[in-house]
């Protein structure tokens, strides 16, 4: 399934997450489209796909930390194409 994936923290947990995102890795059932950092700060973008398993171990390590907003998403235009390639 194609999703969205917006995560967020607290500015006093960037460090932590910070260090954590530096030697993690995604769940092999998820499949990174693109990624974005909010340049305001405390917040990624991800367009991925995912399963159900997938959603689980995603989350399993940062949900202690990050609050998540996932949803499904229809790729359109340039974007269906990097969906698709």
């Known amino acids: 399934m194609h999703l969205m994936v917006i995560c967020s923290w607290n500015p006093e947990d960037d460090r932590e997450v910070r260090t954590r995102g530096a030697n993690w ?3 092999s059932e998820v499949k ?3 990624e974005l950092y909010d340049l ?3 917040r990624t973008i991800y367009a991925v ?7 689980i171990a995603m989350r399993a390590k940062w949900s202690d ?3 998540f ?3 499904p ?3 359109i235009g340039r974007t269906k194409e990097i969906f698709e390639g």
């Not at 796909?49 to 959603?55: M, P, S, T, V, Y």
């Open 65 to 67: 930390i990050l609050d």
């Open 40 to 42: 305001q700060g405390c």
């Open 69 to 71: 907003e996932i949803f």
């Open 32 to 34: 990174v489209h693109f």
């Open 49 to 55: 796909d995912a399963d159900e398993k997938g959603l």
């Open 73 to 75: 998403v229809f790729p």
């Open 25 to 27: 890795e995604w769940p």
